[in-house]
């Protein structure tokens, strides 16, 4: 576990101030000022408890559906979560090394967290407070760090977008994000700075709550990743020019960070290993944490019992294969019921490279039972699968919502609700060639590191360029939480984008082939209770049909998952509830970090940047960028 437990005491309180104040005496005056939203300060009038169901009883092997008593896994944790007892206390240092060792035996420049990697798994329990201090100790790199599906409750300033909700943090700099978990389950955090995550600057996030069915042992976060020995930004290089047809294939997949050569294991790695203890039932976390590659799951003699889809706790579901992409994540159940022997934990890539392929073309990890060989294979490949990259369906959330089909509008009502996801070819520089260059609405994102959109709010400043590529929702009538916005997200082009919106739980309403009319078709939503999750597999020249309440005020990215894509512009933001947000975050604590990037920017041989700004285009660990333009949507 990272991070002690820090009781939340009015003594403890006053200490952290003290420590702090002491702290800031004898930082280096080049060090950006540290950024404390002071939540330590506000615990002690959170402890009213207000409980989220009958009690319950503790959870344990055969009560997983309980929570320190007062809460279950039917408690709506978007209205209600357990009190705020502790705040986990996190350092992170992030560096670049040139002569880093992989996992596979090769070699290759990498950034990594506490010189580890993956990063280290932080770990909570509903309902606390994260308090994780970023250093970037890189010499030529800002960075951030983005919570993938923490749904940041009136805190988008902690979010870690740069240019959206923060700007970088420059080299040699520090921030501290401090948030609220009010969501339970499985996630990660990853680098928003760029496709600076492909060079090892994620790591898993797990924070522990009830479960919709009962399990021995959590087997913790199984984070599984495409890998690449050139560095992720000159693959991004090649990867955007059309002259290099389709982008570069992985080199290999990794399990836990682990794996081994993909042509020849006599030239570097190991398989990962995994034990099972016979006669239990282990909750296993899968996390797709790769920049490209989506891949079909399976465990040879083995079914899952899925339990959450991305951080949405479900109706226990049996599967004997799942489909994970970029970004996505289960909790499964695994019954070790069988013999006591090793068995392959497949990977399987659609053949025809829609959403990735590799080189590595069995990729596989080793699950073991207690008594088994710990050095022998497996003798059992089973049986191939056909893997597509159709996204996985029919789950159905233990926290129900439902939505009167009445509210869905018709496109007369609502013709910005439409979404397109294009792909067009210019040559911005002719000595390059042709790009691809990826849209949302016709336009490719492309944000402002040195004046991110959270930075305009707190100046009062609504003028913002159009090539942020932002929709300026309506505020819901009376601020009602239960207003509800549809969005149609429209696939123009043949290849599947895993879609990620920052800030929310979806509804998937519907997926389909071909054009979606809303005039027409509506009769092919679910509107009771359908799949949620926070990334959705849109399908090649398909359709998909999402709708979230505008409840967290904030400036929201949606985005595709591929790292080429977003970085070719495949974004899009929603400025949700924008006159509340000021009233909300202390937006002022964004100051002394942009101030310090704005400082270092100039000096830096490697900007300004010229892509997305949500994915940087470098040549190894250097940057190189130049300027999109886009359209700012305001709904009446």
Request: aromatic share 10%; proline share 8%.
């Amino acid at each position: 576990m990272i991070g002690p437990l820090l009781p939340s005491t009015t003594a403890y309180c006053a200490l952290s101030i003290l420590v702090q104040l002491f702290l800031s005496s004898i930082l280096p005056l080049t060090q950006a000022e540290p950024i404390h939203p002071d939540h330590l300060a506000e615990l002690a009038s959170r402890q009213v408890i207000t409980p989220g169901g009958p009690p319950c009883g503790q959870n344990n092997a055969t009560n997983r559906g309980c929570w320190k008593n007062a809460y279950n896994v039917s408690t709506d944790y978007d209205l209600i979560s357990p009190p705020a007892f502790n705040t986990r206390n996190i350092d992170l240092h992030i560096t670049n090394v040139s002569n880093w060792l992989g996992p596979d035996g090769v070699r290759k420049p990498a950034m990594l967290i506490n010189g580890q990697f993956p990063g280290p798994t932080l770990e909570a329990d509903w309902g606390d407070y994260m308090q994780v201090n970023v250093y970037n100790d890189m010499q030529d790199n800002g960075t951030s760090i983005h919570w993938h599906g923490i749904r940041q409750f009136g805190e988008s300033n902690q979010d870690g977008v740069n240019g959206i909700t923060e700007c970088p943090i420059p080299p040699g700099s520090m921030k501290s994000y401090t948030f609220h978990v009010t969501q339970y389950g499985t996630s990660w955090y990853h680098s928003h700075y760029s496709n600076q995550y492909g060079n090892g600057v994620v790591g898993a996030l797990i924070v522990r709550g009830p479960a919709s069915a009962n399990y021995d042992i959590d087997l913790g976060p199984y984070l599984i990743m495409d890998h690449y020995w050139e560095t992720a930004d000159r693959l991004t290089l090649k990867a955007e020019l059309v002259s290099n047809g389709a982008p570069p294939d992985s080199d290999n997949i990794l399990f836990r960070g682990k794996n081994v050569h993909p042509t020849n294991r006599s030239l570097g790695g190991s398989y990962d290993r995994l034990t099972l203890t016979p006669g239990k039932k282990h909750l296993l976390r899968l996390i797709n944490a790769s920049v490209d590659n989506s891949m079909t799951i399976t465990l040879v003699g083995h079914n899952f019992t899925v339990i959450a889809t991305d951080l949405v706790p479900i109706k226990p579901v049996v599967r004997s294969s799942l489909f994970l992409a970029v970004g996505q994540r289960y909790d499964v159940i695994i019954d070790a019921n069988q013999p006591v022997a090793n068995y392959w934990l497949n990977a399987t890539l659609e053949a025809n490279n829609n959403c990735g392929r590799s080189r590595n073309l069995y990729p596989a990890a080793i699950i073991s039972y207690s008594g088994a060989s710990t050095t022998a294979l497996p003798t059992n490949r089973g049986t191939p699968i056909v893997a597509t990259c159709t996204g996985e369906t029919g789950f159905v959330p233990i926290v129900t919502r439902t939505i009167p089909p009445s509210v869905f509008p018709p496109v007369a009502a609502n013709p910005n609700a439409t979404l397109p996801f294009s792909l067009s070819f210019p040559t911005p520089d002719p000595s390059r060639g042709a790009i691809f260059e990826w849209r949302v609405k016709n336009t490719p994102i492309h944000v402002d590191w040195d004046h991110p959109v959270l930075e305009y709010i707190y100046q009062g400043n609504t003028s913002f360029p159009g090539s942020i590529n932002l929709i300026d929702l309506p505020p819901p009538a009376g601020g009602n939480n239960d207003t509800w916005t549809f969005w149609i997200l429209q696939n123009q082009f043949v290849l599947p984008h895993p879609v990620h919106l920052h800030g929310h739980d979806f509804l998937i309403l519907g997926i389909g082939a071909g054009t979606f009319n809303a005039n027409t078709m509506t009769s092919q939503l679910n509107f009771n209770n359908p799949t949620r999750r926070d990334v959705v597999q849109m399908p090649g020249s398909g359709w998909v049909v999402i709708a979230y309440k505008m409840d967290n005020p904030g400036c929201w990215l949606m985005h595709c998952h591929i790292g080429w894509h977003v970085a070719g512009g495949l974004g899009i933001q929603f400025l949700e509830r924008k006159s509340e947000i000021k009233g909300l975050m202390k937006l002022d604590q964004m100051v002394p970090n942009c101030n310090a990037w704005r400082r270092y920017a100039p000096t830096s041989p490697y900007l300004p940047k010229k892509d997305s700004g949500l994915r940087r285009r470098m040549m190894g660990m250097d940057m190189e960028f130049g300027d999109m333009e886009s359209a700012v949507t305001r709904l009446a």
